[in-house]
Nanobody, 124 residues
Framework: QVQLVESGGGLVQPGASLRLSCAGSGYSFSRYSMGWFRQAPGKEREFVAAISWSSRNLYVRDALGGRFTISRDNAKSTLYLQLDSLKPEDTAIYYC?????????????????WGRGTQVTVSS
C-alpha cells in the first residue's frame, strides 16, 4: 500500500526555519519524481518545488526567493523541504507527492500519490 507521510510542521515566528519530511513507502521511491505543494486557508493548492529521481534536477518556485530548498534521500525513501526565513504568507498545509514522470513535474495532474499534509503556521 502506497503511503506518503509528512512531518515537521509546526507553529513558528516570522524568520524561523522548519524542515519538513515526507516518508514514502509501498512504491519504488527512487523511480518517482517527488514534489511539494501547499495550500493556504481559502486558497487553491499551489506548487512549491520538485526533484528528480537522483536529485540531478531541482526546481523551486522562483517567487519563494531562494528561501526553500528541496532534497531527497533515496536510501531512506524520504523527501525533505527546508523552509528558511519563514513569513506569515507561508502559512499553509504542505503536501508531498510522487510522480511517475521523469524530471521536475510542476502541476497537480502530473502526480500519482499524495500525502495528507503537515501544517505550517507562521505567526507572531
Amino acid at each position: 500500500q502506497v503511503q506518503l507521510v509528512e512531518s515537521g510542521g509546526g507553529l513558528v515566528q516570522p524568520g524561523a526555519s522548519l524542515r519538513l519530511s515526507c516518508a514514502g513507502s509501498g512504491y519504488s521511491f527512487s523511480r518517482y519524481s517527488m514534489g511539494w505543494f501547499r495550500q493556504a486557508p481559502g486558497k487553491e493548492r499551489e506548487f512549491v518545488a520538485a526533484i528528480s529521481w537522483s536529485s540531478r534536477n531541482l526546481y523551486v518556485r522562483d517567487a519563494l526567493g531562494g528561501r526553500f530548498t528541496i532534497s531527497r534521500d533515496n536510501a531512506k525513501s524520504t523527501l525533505y523541504l527546508q523552509l528558511d526565513s519563514l513569513k506569515p504568507e507561508d502559512t499553509a498545509i504542505y503536501y508531498c507527492a510522487a510522480s511517475r514522470l521523469v524530471g521536475v513535474p510542476r502541476t497537480e495532474d502530473q502526480y500519482d500519490y499524495w500525502g495528507r499534509g503537515t501544517q505550517v503556521t507562521v505567526s507572531s
